[in-house]
């Protein structure tokens, strides 16, 4: 794709998101996320994208599947589009944040934009580590259900049976497609590192080093949300029972 075409694919994903949120906040809204309208509409627009770029990211390998075998150079427009829309999404988002909320807030993620951002910009303008760049985009099928999770909780319906569900299966993406995706993408860098420049390989190492850690802390924070608290809860409730 020519420079041209990366622009507007990239500028049309911003427009799109743009809209998507604007339409998100036309909808009705439950009344516990009317205390932050803002994040109820932010998590929306990210449920989309992920769902979005996790469903694509996977027929990208099913209709290309020679890239798999070479992240480098073998890609297919439909694979660089893929990426080109991705960064429009994280473009419109980092502004989003920063318009809307005050950035000591959100520090770590607006640092995660600047570093997608900047990897995968480096991969559409290169015309190189597309392939790599799709492996990355898997993670959004995690975030399907991250997001999901996200909304419900804001809707205060994080004591039923769907929510339960919902935290289980992103639990388990979490750990397939979120810490076993990042921990692949590491060994493959470390066993590619001659066929790679040197700044690019800082760039990718730096970066994945950095979502190593942010995934690794989430993960505990998840684990301690829905289920470590609800077997606190479980015990308070049995020593209350004994007590009566």
């Known amino acids: ?8 694919t990239t500028g049309s994903s911003v427009g799109f998101f743009k809209l998507v949120n604007y339409g998100v906040g036309k909808l009705p809204i439950p009344e516990t996320a009317q205390r932050n309208v803002w994040k109820w509409k932010n998590i929306s627009t ?11 990211s996977v027929l990208c390998f099913c209709m290309h599947p020679q890239m798999a075998e070479d992240l480098i150079e073998t ?3 439909f694979s660089h589009a893929l990426v080109s829309v991705s960064i429009g999404y994280f473009i419109y988002d980092f502004f989003d944040m920063v318009i809307n ?3 000591s807030h959100l520090w770590e993620l607006l640092f995660h934009h600047v570093v997608v951002i900047t990897c995968f910009g480096i991969s559409v303008l290169t015309c190189r580590y597309v392939g790599f760049a799709v492996v990355a985009l898997l993670v959004e099928i995690n975030s399907i259900f991250l997001h999901l999770r996200q909304v419900l909780r804001m809707a205060s319906l994080a004591k039923n049976t769907f ?3 919902n935290s ?3 639990l388990g993406t979490y750990v397939v497609f979120r810490i076993n995706t990042l921990a692949w993408m590491t060994r493959w860098l470390v066993l590619n590192r001659d066929l790679i420049p ?3 390989y800082t760039i990718g190492s730096v970066g994945l ?4 850690v942010m995934n690794i802390v989430l993960f505990y924070r998840l684990m301690r949300s829905d289920f470590m608290k609800s077997s606190r809860e479980k015990d308070v409730r049995k020593e209350k029972e004994k007590e009566m």
């Open 1 to 8: 794709m020519e420079l041209n075409s990366v622009i507007l």
């Open 101 to 103: 909320q005050k950035i």
């Open 198 to 200: 040197l700044i690019s």
């Open 163 to 165: 929510y339960r569900v």
């Open 168 to 170: 289980m299966i992103n």
């Open 75 to 77: 890609y297919s427009v």
């Open 209 to 212: 080093a950095i979502m190593t």
């Open 46 to 56: 990210s449920f989309v994208h992920s769902l979005l770029t996790g469903v694509w």
